[in-house]
């Protein structure tokens, strides 16, 4: 079945350095949400894009969604350790069903 | 104001034996999802619910796996003659209604041994 491809897999930062994450599908998206697990806890979501081309910010966190709807983006500026977890972009289908991407997890290097 | 429950949090089975897991969605929610996740893996879509019906169960193994939601009571998801395979964590969400583009809330998940 359809699923969202997230690169990197994984990713290891100073603390400070700024962070991405994509995700990119090979059809149109209705909409993509981003959500937050960090180690041993349960997933959160964090935030919904909906239209063409959204940019939404959260503090130090900028999620963009492509003008194709096609892709999206989390950005993450000056990265901190709380921080450190996995991002996990997700679709959601008309049937309401919701499909995650596999996650980047990101290590903060002290 | 209480979230999703899930319980057990930690269950332990022998090979063969069966395990239940309970999810009650948040207060006013009406849908409920289950995904499972292997260590350092993803969250795999299982089944996907509303009161009294299967909306979408194409993420279940065909056999040993069932689940379902009563019109009281919480959402179970029940694995029978479990096997070492079958580890892994136990992720229930919920939604308040149908709709495209939902967001869903998890609970804290089931995680589930198999020795």
């Known amino acids: 079945g359809q699923q969202v491809m997230q690169i990197p897999q994984y990713q290891h930062v100073q603390e400070g350095e700024d962070f991405t994450t994509y995700c990119n599908s090979s059809?149109?998206?209705?909409?993509i949400q981003w959500y937050k697990q960090r180690p041993g806890g349960h997933p959160v979501f964090l935030i919904q894009?909906?239209?063409?081309?959204e940019v939404k910010k959260q503090k130090r966190l900028t999620f963009q969604f492509g003008e194709a709807k096609k892709n999206s983006s989390l950005h993450i500026t000056a990265t901190q350790t709380t921080d450190v977890g996995t991002y996990f972009c997700?679709?959601?289908?008309?049937?309401?069903?919701?499909?995650f991407g596999k996650g980047t997890r990101l290590h903060i290097l002290p | 104001n209480a979230g999703v429950m899930q319980n057990p949090r930690h269950l332990v089975r022998r090979r063969g034996q069966e395990a239940r897991l309970r999810c009650s969605p948040m207060k006013g929610h009406s849908h409920v999802y289950w995904y499972r996740q292997l260590p350092e893996e993803g969250l795999k879509f299982m089944v996907y619910l509303q009161k009294e019906n299967i909306i979408d169960e194409s993420g279940m193994p065909k056999e040993r796996f069932s689940a379902e939601f009563p019109k009281e009571g919480p959402s179970i998801l029940r694995i029978q003659q479990v096997v070492r395979g079958d580890s892994a964590a136990y992720f229930c969400a919920s939604s308040p209604q149908a709709g495209s583009g939902n967001t869903i809330y998890f609970g804290e998940g089931s995680w589930l041994t198999v020795v």
């Open positions: 059809t149109t998206l209705s909409n």
């Open positions: 997700a679709e959601g289908y008309r049937d309401d069903k919701i499909i």
């Open positions: 894009l909906v239209k063409s081309g």
